[in-house]
């Protein structure tokens, strides 16, 4: 197995080969053993500095990736911003040079507008992590999901993958149809025939508008968070009709014949998409897919340090 | 101007010269003679290359000037400029400057500004005032100052009563409407066409159907109101379908497509390089196919630039964030000869981005003839060439095509 990834920023998982995404899990391995040990911190990117840059709300993604800068020991600043005061004054290439010239290594973007980490690499020189760019990828959550898939069952191969709830407008939907897909799983869409975009199949899935179907067809059954409202549109209806026709609870989830696995990216909608007693229930992955993203996200930040420390000795 | 322009192909259908090699005397903006050897004089300039073919000077029907109001993007000067390298000695441009060309001030700012040059402007009325859809311009007005035709540039008219409105009284004046289809509400904020690379870029598509529901309407419309009207541009094979119907049925309407919709598809969004954010959106493949084969079966009269000046600030920043539009009018004739030269006949390529124009909006057309003014481009239609930063005399830059291989390129226009 290759000992660098093949890519010098984490984009999309579109950019990554087979093998990156291997090296990356066999990385995460390792890191994962580290942060279940009484002392946590590894020396290893002493002299790295990363910028979190965000410029949408987030809470489980940023502290997820700052206690992964933390645990390596990297040195981190945090820059958050709503995307409406950007765009009033500084565009993001002069945000971002300005960060860079303060002497940062590595840059974490979370950003509302699709392919805004792809056009930030075309012009600067750090690497770039990918931390969501509006509907487009949202590598490092795709990465986490299927390595706890991975842990769960040994392989992602050739298991049943079934992604529910807003896909149209979800990069984590995108991202894991992907990663998915390179690795060998078989991936299902479902969700009302409004939030499923018209030509999702061509990316080889297949499209389910039946709930329950698609659970018994399933070994992971991935959830997505609903918004009633996306940029001033209704898609659906009510939550309540939501909840009603897609939404799991442990009752469904007993009626299914064979066990299956829940998994969501966070933060839930209790009652909506997902009932309490089906979220804490022993179906759920939700929290190791939380202690994996760190893990996950160790092991990307290493790699592509790695590239970067190469390259300055070069 | 005096020029003698040697072993010159002519491509002009309208003349007995078409098709043969000549020389052409030129003397004060004049053709004098047209024969097969002219004997070189002296004090007038000689003009020999290899592969030369000359043709009426080139007619654009959809340029954006951005003056006035934008003038660092843009104005009447640089745009002449960029006509001329383009090959073009005419271009209609569009209303959607600042103010608005909506009333007969604009369409005189306009025309005084570009008076005497090598390229004619003819300047293109809004519909509605401030291109918002609501109250008529004073069409009228405009027309007796000057303005060629009549639309709301790239905004389309919302409310069909409104439609109505315009078609009617754009017939009682006699002049013609030219149409932007796109349904916004199908797609509100779609930026790319929707497809499979929208969906893998995550980018927000606006569906073929956006636009073929506008010309499907604007068809029915314009058929029940016995009023002309001409498609700015089209991007979808079932807009040629439609068309290819209504004109089959004697239906008065003419249709255009820009250059880049003929060599570009949509896989190029997937680099998230905001100059392939254009208006209609780069399709796909076979819509490109369809596109072309409606240019040879005469459904789709006129290719345009869609010359879309826009600053490094509206397009070096998000895909989201940036504005559409390309320069294109010192391109145009390379892109549209890239992509057609193994398909049209070159006769055929020049009755698109020179008569046809010219004919839709009641232009006089020039002729090669002897004793006839000179209003000519001079052309090379196999000449391989890269076009480069050096290549733009446009004030903006925006174009996918620096470093591209072209072939075909615009050599020079004689117009005084």
């Not at chain 2, 397009?315 to 539009?325: C, L």
Request: with cysteine; glycine share 6%; charged share 20%.
């Amino acid at each position: 197995m290759a000992e660098n990834l093949s890519v010098k920023h984490l984009l999309g998982i579109k950019h990554l080969t087979l093998d990156d995404i291997q090296l990356i899990f066999k990385t995460a391995d390792h890191f994962k053993e580290v942060i279940n040990r009484p002392i946590k911190k590894i020396p290893s990117l002493r002299d790295i500095t990363i910028v979190n840059l965000f410029f949408e709300n987030s809470t489980r993604t940023r502290i997820s990736f700052e206690l992964a800068e933390r645990r390596l020991s990297a040195d981190i600043i945090n820059f958050s911003a709503s995307q409406s005061s950007v765009s009033k004054g500084e565009t993001l290439i002069d945000t971002v040079k300005n960060i860079l010239a303060m002497k940062v290594d590595m840059v974490v973007m979370r950003h509302p507008n699709p392919g805004a980490a792809v056009f930030l690499s075309k012009h600067i020189n750090a690497s770039i992590v990918n931390a969501g760019d509006g509907a487009h990828e949202h590598p490092t959550q795709a990465l986490l999901d299927a390595y706890t898939i991975r842990e769960k069952y040994g392989d992602v191969k050739g298991k049943k993958i079934a992604i529910i709830g807003d896909v149209l407008h979800s990069r984590v939907a995108l991202s894991n149809i992907f990663c998915l897909n390179k690795l060998g799983a078989e991936v299902t869409v479902c969700g009302p025939a409004t939030l499923i975009p018209q030509y999702i199949q061509e990316l080889g899935v297949k499209v389910n508008h039946n709930l329950k179907e698609t659970l018994n067809w399933c070994d992971v059954a991935m959830l997505l968070r609903i918004q009633l409202e996306r940029q001033g549109v209704n898609f659906i209806p009510s939550l309540r009709e939501y909840a009603m026709t897609f939404g799991v609870n442990l009752d469904t989830l007993n009626k299914i014949e064979r066990p299956i696995t829940i998994m969501h990216p966070g933060p839930i909608n209790r009652g909506v998409e997902l009932s309490s007693d089906a979220a804490d229930s022993k179906h759920s992955l939700i929290l190791t897919q939380v202690e994996n993203g760190v893990a996950i996200r160790m092991a990307i930040i290493y790699l592509l340090a790695g590239n970067i420390t190469i390259s300055n000795f070069s | 101007m005096n020029m003698l322009l040697k072993s010159a192909k002519i491509i002009d259908s309208s003349s007995p010269f078409n098709q043969k090699v000549k020389d052409i005397l030129i003397k004060d903006g004049q053709i004098v003679t047209i024969a097969d050897k002219i004997k070189e004089e002296k004090d007038i300039a000689v003009f020999t290359r290899e592969n030369l073919h000359v043709s009426i000077g080139w007619c654009d029907m959809h340029t954006n000037l951005r003056d006035p109001g934008f003038e660092h993007k843009e104005n009447i000067e640089s745009g002449i400029l960029a006509a001329i390298a383009g090959g073009y000695t005419a271009i209609a441009c569009s209303p959607n400057t600042l103010p608005v060309i909506h009333s007969k001030s604009e369409v005189e700012y306009v025309i005084n500004k570009a008076k005497n040059r090598a390229v004619g402007i003819f300047p293109i009325g809004a519909i509605t005032k401030n291109l918002e859809g609501k109250d008529l311009t004073e069409m009228h007005d405009m027309l007796q100052a000057g303005a060629i035709a009549f639309s709301d540039g790239k905004k389309t008219i919302k409310n069909t009563g409104m439609i109505k409105i315009a078609m009617q009284y754009a017939k009682g004046i006699n002049t013609l409407l030219i149409i932007h289809p796109e349904d916004k509400d199908l797609a509100p904020s779609g930026m790319v066409h929707e497809g499979v690379h929208s969906t893998r870029s995550g980018l927000s598509g606006s569906p073929s159907l956006a636009e073929e529901i506008m010309v499907s309407k604007n068809i029915e419309l314009a058929a029940h109101y016995g009023v002309k009207i001409h498609f700015l541009a089209v991007s979808t094979s079932k807009s040629v379908e439609l068309i290819r119907a209504a004109k089959a049925k004697g239906i008065q309407i003419t249709a255009g497509v820009n250059a880049y919709n003929l060599l570009l598809d949509d896989s190029n969004i997937e680099t998230f390089d905001s100059n392939y954010k254009v208006n209609p959106p780069l399709r796909t493949k076979s819509d490109i196919e369809a596109l072309i084969n409606g240019l040879k079966d005469g459904t789709i009269d006129v290719i345009n630039s869609d010359h879309s000046p826009e600053d490094e600030e509206s397009k070096i920043v998000e895909f989201d964030q940036a504005r559409f539009g390309m320069i294109g009018l010192e391109t145009a004739f390379a892109v549209i000869n890239t992509s057609l030269n193994s398909k049209l006949s070159t006769e055929q390529i020049i009755e698109k981005i020179a008569i046809n124009p010219r004919k839709i909006l009641g232009i006089p057309s020039p002729t090669i003839a002897e004793k006839s003014k000179a209003n000519l481009t001079l052309f090379d239609p196999s000449f391989k060439w890269t076009f480069g930063l050096a290549d733009i005399k446009s004030k903006s830059k925006n174009t996918p095509f620096i470093g591209t291989d072209f072939i075909g390129k615009a050599l020079g226009v004689i117009n005084s």
